[in-house]
């Protein structure tokens, strides 16, 4: 079965800082990958996604993600932190399910940025 | 172009009632997921409908049923509500291309709809 693992449960980091979330998963054939965000109180909201092609994607707010299929790993990076990056982070995959589609999610990595 | 829309946002129920909650898709994406999350469990699927039929569905027991209208918009309910299933009920939509491509893609999530079973 499809399933992904984030490591990490929390992650601290400085204010103007590199981040790197790591993204682990177990999935047969080409993934389908995605990184999602969560503020307090908020859905999810996307912010990029590997489908096939270039591995290394660019996402919103200056995200990106290296698809790594030897290690099997989606990790997600940004060069400088902002404070507004502390949140919940998913890495999810995509899987077929019966006659539909799902997302399998990681449990979530959660961040925090100091000044 | 609106967004998910989920309502009610909020809402407090007792064990042993019942609850639905709606959401409205983005314009033109014709599936509907629903998520349940919890701080225990994470985000877990729920099921998914597409062309007013039930694609598939998670494991989760027969109190949770839901349905699709024509206009793609869909309703969650919950029966003889249960202190855990206290949780954020997240809605999701995607378009649900034709074609080969039909179970791929990103999905779209509302703001959720946050049960709590007293």
């Known amino acids: 079965a499809q399933s992904v693992t984030q490591p990490d449960i929390h992650i601290t980091v400085s204010e103007g800082a590199s981040l790197e979330l790591r993204c682990n998963y177990s999935y047969g054939a080409t993934p389908y990958l995605f990184w999602y965000v969560q503020s307090p109180g908020q859905g999810l909201q996307l912010l990029l996604k590997?489908?096939?092609?270039?591995?290394l994607v660019q996402g919103i707010k200056g995200f990106e993600a290296e698809f790594k299929r030897s290690q099997s790993s989606f990790n997600l990076r940004k060069p400088s932190v902002h404070w507004s990056d502390a949140a919940e982070y998913f890495c999810?995959?995509?899987?077929?399910?019966?006659?539909?589609?799902?997302?399998?999610f990681g449990k979530g990595t959660s961040l925090l940025v100091t000044p | 172009k609106a967004g998910v829309t989920q309502t009610p946002r909020y809402l407090i129920k007792t064990r042993g009632q019942q609850v639905t909650l709606s959401c409205s898709p983005i314009s033109g994406h014709r599936s509907v997921s629903w998520y349940q999350q919890t701080p225990g469990q994470g985000l877990q699927f729920l099921f998914e409908?597409?062309?007013?039929?039930?694609?598939n569905k998670g494991n989760f027991p027969g109190r949770f049923s839901g349905r699709q209208f024509s206009n793609s918009r869909s309703e969650m309910n919950v029966s003889t509500l249960e202190l855990g299933d206290s949780a954020l009920y997240l809605c999701a939509s995607r378009l649900w291309p034709r074609g080969p491509k039909a179970n791929t893609g990103e999905l779209f999530f509302g703001e959720g709809s946050r049960l709590t079973v007293l």
């Open positions: 409908y597409f062309s007013e039929t039930q694609r």
């Open positions: 999810a995959v995509g899987a077929i399910l019966d006659s539909g589609y799902a997302l399998n």
């Open positions: 590997y489908f096939s092609g270039d591995t």
